[in-house]
Antibody
Framework: EVHLVESGGGLVQPGGSLRLSCAAS????????MHWVRQLPGKGLVWVAR????????SYAASVRGRFTISRDNAKSTLYLQMNSLRAEDTAVYYC?????????????WGQGTLVTVSS | QSALTQPDSVSGSPGQSITISCTGT?????????VSWFQQHPGKAPELIIY???NRPSGVSNRFSGSKSGNTASLTISGLQDEDEADYYC??????????FGTGTKVTVL
């Protein structure tokens, strides 16, 4: 059974940094693209970033490009999101999601999310 | 990349059919057959119900169906049931090799 478990969320001051992790199990992690998606409180889903199965390629939403970095460790079956220069508007629940082999956004499994709060 | 446009809310009575639209551009919905639909119940993670415009993952009810015409994709829920009351989001791959979600639609079963 596929499991995705996010961790690393919490309260951080504006301008601060945080690293989220997503531990994956139940599938061959190194075969699939992975995504981070966020959801602001009471709002809709917003795509954040994706990374190729081997980690060689990544893309980002304009709102986080240059501040966030997505990466993965296939030996540990773990996805990461390094978030720097955090702003109040980054406050959200962050989900990791498993995509298809194509990386087209058809994310068939999601974690339960981790809450990031950016506030002084 | 602007969010895809969905109606804020759609409602229907049990047993009825409803359709949710998802409008983008030729750089996303219209340019690729990579439209997905997700169902999200309150406090829960999203669940994939349609991928690549028309395909249903294993275990998803055949009451859910997807289609696309030009820059607009649609999700139809047939035989509406109480458990279908949830938020629904479309998403699309884009020409910038990113993904964009729709604004979300709240479905209410009357």
């Amino acid at each position: 059974e596929v499991h995705l478990v996010e961790s690393g969320g919490g309260l951080v001051q504006p301008g601060g940094s945080l690293r989220l992790s997503c531990a994956a199990s139940g599938f061959i992690f190194s075969d699939y693209w992975m995504h981070w998606v966020r959801q602001l409180p009471g709002k809709g889903l917003v795509w954040v970033a994706r990374v190729r199965s081997d980690g060689s390629d990544a893309s980002y939403a304009a709102s986080v490009r240059g501040r966030f970095t997505i990466s993965r460790d296939n030996a540990k079956s773990t996805l990461y999101l390094q978030m720097n220069s955090l702003r109040a508007e980054d406050t959200a629940v962050y989900y990791c999601a498993k995509d298809s082999i194509l990386g087209s956004g058809s994310s068939d499994y999601w974690g339960q999310g981790t809450l990031v709060t950016v506030s002084s | 990349q602007s969010a895809l446009t969905q109606p804020d809310s759609v409602s229907g009575s049990p047993g009825q059919s409803i359709t949710i639209s998802c409008t983008g551009t030729s750089s996303d919905v219209g340019g690729f057959n990579y439209v997905s639909w997700f169902q999200q119940h309150p406090g829960k993670a999203p669940e994939l119900i349609i991928y690549e415009v028309t395909n249903r993952p294993s275990g998803v009810s055949n009451r859910f169906s997807g289609s696309k015409s030009g820059n607009t994709a649609s999700l139809t829920i047939s035989g509406l049931q109480d458990e279908d009351e949830a938020d629904y989001y479309c998403s699309s791959f884009t020409s910038s090799h990113t993904v964009v979600f729709g604004t979300g639609t709240k479905v209410t079963v009357l």
